[in-house]
């Protein structure tokens, strides 16, 4: 019988470690069917298998199996709560965490180190802080993975200065703890903040690793000049970590940000085994610098492409105005079975909003709403730019007052709205409420608010509205407001105070006076006033001579005037510098189909149609009378 129990013992012990074994190569389905043809299962058992599938990042094949072990196998012990804890962690899901807690505390298994530190992590990945603190304080030892899982749940839910303060206090700092704060301050896009922390952790004896200095590049991609991103990639390089694929992913989309297209692409070729990131940041190059067709060679030559790769396609197509491009390849992901995230719909909305055409956002809303991501942050904003820019301002506005969460760009897009739309009242009115909030404007917000006045000819409140910014939120204007400014005022009549604003403007070195003397120039258009719009063409012209705006306005303003002499020596000029007028378009959406009319451009198809047609009402409307006699109305 001793025998017996031993042989036992043995092939019990054999087909865990086989299965353990199984699992470390990959072949996780052969591990499972080896599990389920197992007579005798005991905790081990269990165990090995439970972390197989939590290693392999199969979160819901864990929790399933945990479930029938407590059906039907021995009691989970630590280590299968420490699996379990993980799956809910990767899933982010806070409700099966939080039930997971409960039975351990029932099953008085929170004494165990790994347990409370995957609780920790379990809280910090699911952005809950305040519930990792209360694991973290109810410890009775700690080691260096539970102060820095506590660390990243500060970083995680954006609470720098908690993640700071508990980085001053730990005992032992290692790379890992340098790292996650500095992932932090470089998530936050505290670029200088970050770069302290690194020249800190040198002062400390830490040399870092690929992590630091791949987060360290990213932090530089967000500063205003390329030159920390230079100096940081030497040290890289000096350290010996320019092989990294992490560090070089970081270095391709510092490159690009900076629309360097030509460094980047040298890093990307010296590359021995580019990864889908790597990859995903090429295609975002191109992309930047406006190489459309590069962009898509890039998507087409990559061996691997995931929802990243779709997603900077669709977001790329359609900042460079390819609107029905990118809802193409919306579609197309869709039909390669890969769903969209909340960034995709985003992207996909901003496409909508780009050609303003209603459907097609009202299907990509349906498609959000089916999804579950129609109440995402990133989504809902999208949403009410692109019903706003649609022309559906009560669309945009219910979405807006049914958002759960509001951060400053959904105000914003609100607010630009109801500037668009004309409803400067509405505008003011969601301004308030911000304050109300607390929420704290920035430029755009203030761009927004004098956008409204321009177009309803508050010029008075839109002086009163750049008064505040300055004296009451310290903020500077720049470029985008005096345009609005002087459109303000241009539309108002005000030409003579309009071209004194843009001629003090002119002489601050930091601020473009181009699209204000577009403004200004159109307002005299319309006004027909040449005297100072012929000075402001001309200046328009000197500033951008290789544009096309300051030589067809100005001409156009001396048509207006009958001096054609003029106005045909302001088109030999352009032409002379080999200037190109981009033709004018129009569209109209019929059912399914978008019918674009170029001018200039070969008839579409059916054109001969329309033409007959528009003869045939011209000439009833011409001859009413003979019509209604021959009976044909």
Known sequence: MGRNVSTERRNLISTTSWLVHLARS???????????????????????????YSHSSRP???LTLFSRMRSCGPPPDPFSFTAVVAAAAELRDLRCGRKLHALLFRAGLLSSLPVSNSLIDMYGKCSRPADAARVFEG????????????????????????AHELFVAMPLKTTIAWNVLMVGYAQLRESESCLQLFREMQMRGSEGDATTFASLINACSEMASPRFGYMVHAVTVRRGWDDAAEVNNSMLSLYANFGFHE?????????VSPTVISWNAMIDASMKIGDVQGALSVFRRAPETNIVSWTTMIAGL????????????????????LGPDDFTYGAALHACAVMAVLGNGRMVHCCAIRS?????????????????????????????DGSRQKDLVSWNAMLLGYALHGWPSRAFEVFDKMSAHDVRPDKVTFVCLLMACSHSGLVEQGRAVLEMMESVHGLQPDADHVTCVVDMLGRAGWLKEATALLESCSKAVDVGIASSSEALLSAC???????????????LIDLEPQKEAGYVMLSNLYCVDGQWKEAEKVRRAMMERGVKKSPGFSWIQTRDMLAVFVSGSQSPDGMADVRDTLESLVSEMRNPTTVWLSGEL
Do not use: P
């Open 525 to 539: 258009a319309a006004r027909g006033d040449v005297s100072i719009g012929r000075d402001v063409g001309k200046d």
């Open 263 to 271: 460094d980047a692409l040298k890093i990307f070729d010296c590359m």
């Open 139 to 162: 410890m009775e030892e700690r080691n260096e993975v539970s102060w820095c899982s506590f660390l990243h749940a500060y970083v995680n839910s954006g609470q720098g200065k908690h």
């Open 372 to 400: 579950g991501f129609h109440e995402h942050l990133y989504v809902a904003n999208g949403l009410v730019n692109m019903y706003a820019k649609c022309g559906d301002i009560d669309s945009s506005s219910k979405v807006f």
């Open 318 to 337: 359609a900042r460079r105005g390819y609107g029905e491009e990118a809802l193409a390849f919306f579609v197309d992901m869709a039909r390669n079975s």
């Open 26 to 52: 990959g072949r996780i389905s052969a591990a499972r069917k080896l599990f389920d043809d197992m007579l005798e299962r005991d905790t081990v058992a269990w165990n090995a298998m439970l972390t197989a």
């Open 60 to 62: 819901l094949q864990t």
